[in-house]
């Protein structure tokens, strides 16, 4: 199966215009996409399917819930499979049956473990703070972020703890926003405490897929970890020069040998 992978277009204030790849077999939208939303009716009538991972900025300056619920109206009304804490099948032009799981994940500050946890939770409230979101009319600061990425975190080992291959599938898929490992932090800030707000340690993870796609890191990721295969390609601000020689039309293989 031929995945065309996309995140990180940030349309409330980049001009991209994207175009779907010649023979890929569904498109993923790993979030951050449009903190507005309006870029994301720029997908609807796509021509393959579409699965949509929202993003944290997805949630920006608003009640959490509300934003939740109104992201899967949204997403219903484009026809995209929205996966937020989700499972989805498909089969490939050769009947191969893929498990999609999806989780937007979230960040729970423990990337350098316990014990930099405080420190990752502070240089987090900066971020907090410009989402500017709220959850039961408190703001959505980086305590609540990491009880969300920890109830996360236990739906997708639950959904995980059955095996790469299943009675259903012939392999398995997962997406998120946020990275799953150290290995996909921006080598601008690398192993700062900030990292912790993009990327989590879910190496352990890692052995119960085939392939992990991410955004939010304003970078490009193809490696191989614990035989998973993870990639990112998030677009980024063009301002900031993250977004030169970005290619929209990447696309990725399940079954890539």
Known sequence: MRLQLISD????????QPEPATG?????????????????????????????????????GRDFDAARAGLHI???????VMLDDGVHLMRDAQGRRVRFVGSTRWCDFDLFGPS???????????FQRVMNSSRHGRPFDAPAVREQALRCRAWLAETLAA??????????????????????????????????SFCNNDEDLMPRARLWLHGHLHCRHDYRLHGCHVVCNA?????????????GQRCVEVFAT
């Open 116 to 126: 930099q946890r405080e420190r990752a939770l502070r240089a987090g409230s900066y």
């Open 9 to 16: 277009l940030h349309l409330e204030t980049e001009d991209f």
């Open 24 to 60: 890929a077999e569904a498109l993923v939208l790993a979030g951050d996409v449009d903190s507005g939303w309006h870029g994301l009716r720029r997908f609807a009538g796509w021509p393959v399917p579409v699965l949509f991972v929202p993003g944290n900025h997805e949630y920006d």
């Open 163 to 196: 095996p790469e291959q299943g009675p259903d599938w012939e392999a398995t898929v997962v997406i998120t926003h946020f990275g799953p490992s150290l290995r996909s932090a921006d080598p601008r800030y690398g192993g700062q405490p900030g990292t912790a």
């Open 74 to 80: 949204l997403a219903a009304e484009l026809g995209f």
């Open 235 to 247: 677009r980024g601000h063009s301002q900031r020069g993250e977004a030169l020689n970005y290619d």
